[in-house]
């Protein structure tokens, strides 16, 4: 299983940036992904997840109605749009995903998971 994200980068807050996480080696009927960012000096925080077999899709209480995560099952790329950005949002921003239908708990963290990217720089400035 791999992961392969992109779509990071600097913005101005209240901008906007999409994030992809290309997944190789599994489907979405499989596994839940999910996303998680890291700010310097903090621990890595689960923000959202989805499960394409549950149809359900869950957000951290900070991003709820902000971003929205979607999955493209053909091409088996994952989506997190992020609209309204913040200074806070800046982070590290990784997906993950987990060999199981139903999404984790938001704030279970990250040993949920089995499988992570690369992760991706998100920089916002005010």
């Known amino acids: 299983v791999q992961l392969v994200e992109s779509g990071g980068g600097v913005v101005q807050a209240g901008g906007s940036l999409r994030l992809s996480c290309a997944a190789s080696g599994v489907t979405f009927d499989d596994v839940v992904i999910g996303w998680f960012r890291q700010a310097p000096g903090k621990e890595r925080e689960g923000i959202s997840c989805i499960s394409k077999r549950a149809s359900t899709s869950y957000y951290e209480t900070s991003v709820k109605g902000r971003f929205t995560v979607s999955t493209d099952n053909v091409n088996r790329v994952a989506y997190l749009q992020m609209d309204g950005l913040k200074p806070d949002d800046t982070a590290v921003y990784y997906c993950?995903?987990?060999?199981?239908?139903?999404?984790?708990?938001?704030?279970?963290?990250?040993?949920?998971?089995?499988?992570w990217g690369q992760g991706t720089q998100v920089t916002v400035s005010s």
């Open positions: 993950a995903a987990a060999s199981r239908w139903h999404c984790p708990r938001i704030g279970s963290g990250p040993r949920e998971y089995d499988y």
